[in-house]
Nanobody, 124 residues
């Protein structure tokens, strides 16, 4: 069982930055691929970024070049650095864990554990 707790959300002006954190419980964090997804009001859940257990990163086209995902296995934490934020980035951001030995999925249904989410609001 893995428990995930996100933090770092908030209100920021367009062009600003935020760093989200996702702290995981359990001793096998390093064996999990980790992903970030977001859901805006009235819209479907969407992939944002993922990082494999080996550190390979994957991004949605809409955030490529602006967001960076990273992980610190010693701290059981995955991060999402978000720069040049836009109003359309406003959403609830959730992290998720997928026990796989290589790669990382962009599909939410592949992930086994989910956090509660943290709200990110970008004002224009």
């Amino acid at each position: 069982q893995v428990q995930l707790v996100e933090s770092g959300g908030g209100l920021v002006q367009a062009g600003g930055s935020l760093r989200l954190s996702c702290a995981a419980s359990g001793r096998t964090f390093s064996n999990y691929a980790m992903g970030w997804f977001r859901q805006a009001p009235g819209k479907e859940h969407k992939f944002v970024a993922a990082i494999s257990s080996g550190g390979s990163a994957y991004y949605a086209d809409s955030v490529k070049g602006r967001f960076t995902i990273s992980r610190d296995n010693a701290k059981n934490t995955v991060y999402l650095q978000m720069n040049s934020l836009k109003p359309e980035d406003t959403a609830v951001y959730s992290c998720a864990a997928d026990r796989r030995f290589s790669g990382a999925s962009t599909g939410g249904s592949d992930y086994d554990y989910w956090g509660q989410g943290t709200q990110v609001t970008v004002s224009s």
